[in-house]
């Protein structure tokens, strides 16, 4: 998927720069976006490294494997494949949290986390397992209670109201979660 | 709301350390283990991260989308759907860098609460840049076969964008 999505991206994109006639342009994209991904590694690198130094305490002292055991109820019937006291299900209540609050940056550390205990219990290594699908939709779909970003920016426009939109943000949320939940379970059914 | 949001932060760095320090965990060299580890994250992610970036920057510099957008403002303009919101929901899979920059352009020229910023506001609210974060996910544990993780994903936010349309609609006239 990532394999034809890259090769279409680079692909239609320079053709359509050069039928457009902006060579320069094309030139100087390319040969910035490594500095642009460089800088974009760069602000999460201290992010990262910071959170998953805190994480570790956290998962040592017993604390992330009771906040699983919290929300596990609710949690292991949308991951039915994951063992009850996978560390996994504790990284992904945290990234699901942290996301919810508007803090995607804080949210990544534990995502990736996620992603690696689900590696560990995943028999075929280059292939995405039923939970980590899941997970990914859950994570993609956004459950943003505080969309933090956009608050910022409405409020620096002079809006009259800037947190008007959470409800909508909310309910929009809830529906588009609840549909990617359900187009996922019919498709992890129709395998087996 | 804004207070409420800083404040979850610090409480949570809080109570981790105090938790551990109860627990009695050797908190400072658990941290520098996990740091290490995360460094490690890190190193794992940057390829992919960085082939992602100049794929999108390629693909978003040739200004493809604004060109087919153009093209069919004459259909969208008969239902009704504000043409602006478009490119903005086309790149926020993508970028959320390039979303925003479009959703600021559109509090410029329309400002926030009009119909059209409210939409985009609820979309970029509730929906996430899922290509991207697919491409750090499964690039970090290297996986290839991503069997049907994308569609979904999209099919996701392709609801969530008509469920705002619907409920800006309802909720705000």
């Known amino acids: 998927m990532i394999n034809k999505l890259w090769g279409f991206f680079i692909i239609v994109g320079i053709l359509f720069t050069l039928l457009m006639g902006n060579i320069e342009s094309l030139n100087d994209t390319i040969l910035t976006s490594a500095t642009s991904g460089v800088n974009m590694v760069l602000d999460l690198l201290p992010i990262i490294v910071l959170w998953s130094g805190i994480m570790k305490i956290a998962e040592e002292s017993g604390l992330l494997k009771r906040v699983g055991n919290f929300v596990k109820p609710v949690l292991s019937k949308l991951f039915p494949s994951l063992k009850k006291d996978s560390k996994a299900l504790g990284y992904i209540t945290s990234n699901i949290v942290a996301n919810a609050m508007g803090l995607g940056s804080a949210a990544t550390p534990f995502g990736l986390k996620a992603m690696e205990e689900m590696q560990k219990e995943n028999e075929n290594k280059d292939e995405a397992t039923d939970a980590m699908i899941t997970f990914l939709v859950l994570n993609t779909s956004g459950v943003t209670i505080v969309p933090t970003t956009v608050i910022a920016l409405r409020l620096m426009h002079h809006s009259n109201n800037p947190e008007e939109i959470i409800i909508t943000a909310i309910l929009a949320t809830l529906v588009s979660s609840i549909a990617g939940l359900t187009l996922d379970y019919f498709r992890r059914r129709k395998r087996k | ?173």
């Open chain 2, 1 to 173: 709301m804004n207070t409420i949001s800083k404040m979850i932060i610090p409480l949570f760095v809080l109570f981790v350390i105090f938790y551990g320090f109860r627990r009695k965990v050797t908190i400072y060299d658990t941290f520098l283990e996990g740091a290490k580890e995360g460094l490690i994250t890190v190193f794992h992610i940057f390829p992919s991260i960085l082939a992602m970036v100049f794929a999108i920057n390629i693909f978003l510099n040739s200004h493809l989308l604004e060109t087919i957008f153009s093209l069919a403002s004459p259909i969208l303009q008969k239902i009704s759907l504000p043409l602006e919101i478009l490119p903005m929901a086309f790149v926020r899979p993508i970028s959320g860098t390039a979303s925003l920059a479009i959703m600021n352009e559109i509090f410029t020229n329309f400002g926030p609460d009009s119909f059209v910023g409210r939409l985009a506001s609820t979309i970029q609210g509730c929906t996430d840049t899922t290509i991207y974060v697919l491409a750090l996910y499964f690039g970090s544990v290297k996986i290839n076969k991503t069997r049907y993780a994308l569609s979904t994903g999209l099919f996701a936010d392709f609801v969530g964008i008509i469920a705002s349309f619907i409920l800006v609609r309802l909720i705000f006239g």
